[in-house]
C-alpha cells in the first residue's frame, strides 16, 4: 500500500523561507512521478512544482526562482525548498505520487502560512 507523507510546514514572516518534504512508501511496478500542489481557502489545488521519473523538474510559473525541488532517492524522500515566501504563498500543500496507469495517491498535506 502506498503512503505519502508530507511535512516541514508553518508559520513564517514574508520573505521567510520554508522546507517541505515528501516521503514515500510502497511497492510500485512502475517508476513514479511525484508533484505538489497547494490549496488555500476558496480556490483550487493547484500545482506548484514535480519531478517525473526522467528526474525532469517543473515549476508553477509564480513559485519558479524561488522554489526549489530536489530529491533523496535514498530516502524517498522529495524537498520543498521554498524560499522568499509572500502571503499569497499561504495554503495548504499537498504531496502526490503518480504511478502506474496515472494511478495517485496524496498525503493529508501541511499547513504554510507567510504573513505580511
Known amino acids: 500500500q502506498v503512503q505519502v507523507v508530507e511535512s516541514g510546514g508553518g508559520s513564517v514572516q514574508a520573505g521567510g523561507s520554508l522546507r517541505l518534504s515528501c516521503v514515500t512508501s510502497g511497492f510500485s511496478l512502475c517508476n513514479y512521478d511525484i508533484e505538489w500542489y497547494r490549496q488555500a481557502p476558496g480556490k483550487e489545488r493547484e500545482f506548484v512544482s514535480g519531478i517525473d521519473s526522467d528526474g525532469r523538474i517543473s515549476y508553477e510559473a509564480s513559485v519558479k526562482g524561488r522554489f526549489t525541488l530536489s530529491q533523496d532517492n535514498a530516502k524517498n524522500k522529495v524537498y520543498l525548498q521554498m524560499n522568499s515566501l509572500k502571503p499569497e504563498d499561504t495554503a495548504m500543500y499537498y504531496c502526490?505520487?503518480?504511478?502506474?496507469?496515472?494511478?495517485?495517491?496524496w498525503g493529508q498535506g501541511t499547513q504554510v502560512t507567510v504573513s505580511s
Open positions: 502526490k505520487r503518480v504511478g502506474c496507469f496515472g494511478m495517485a495517491n
